[in-house]
Nanobody, 122 residues
Framework: QVQLVESGGGLVQAGGSLRLSCTAS????????MGWFRQAPGKEREFVAA????????DYADSMKGRFTISRDNAKNTVYLQMNSLKPEDTAVYYC???????????????WGQGTQVTVSS
């Protein structure tokens, strides 16, 4: 039983920054790799970033690398997504996901949060 809750979404102007948080229930958070995904209206879900349970390994989609940074604080059962230089194209619902298998958080995690809306105005 793992429950994930995202927060930190909102409205921001192009070029601005936003930090999303995803907090998990349970006592074994460090055993879970975590990832971020997003989905815009009329578009397919796309991978954003992933991080291993210990925080040593990270992966980013090419379009996000250099602008977005994923990190985690296992003591707080939380994974973060720092988003800088935001563009209108970044507007989407952002979801976090988790799995004990790292490759799963690159595609289809076993556990999902409800999502948080990010809107970037121009």
């Amino acid at each position: 039983q793992v429950q994930l809750v995202e927060s930190g979404g909102g409205l921001v102007q192009a070029g601005g920054s936003l930090r999303l948080s995803c907090t998990a229930s349970g006592r074994t958070f460090s055993r879970y790799a975590m990832g971020w995904f997003r989905q815009a209206p009329g578009k397919e879900r796309e991978f954003v970033a992933a991080i291993s349970g210990g925080g040593i390994t990270t992966d980013y989609a090419d379009s996000m690398k250099g602008r977005f940074t994923i990190s985690r604080d296992n003591a707080k059962n939380t994974v973060y997504l720092q988003m800088n230089s935001l563009k209108p194209e970044d507007t989407a619902v952002y979801y976090c996901g988790g799995s004990t298998i790292y490759d799963r958080v690159l595609n289809n995690p076993d556990y999902w949060g409800q999502g948080t809306q990010v809107t970037v105005s121009s």
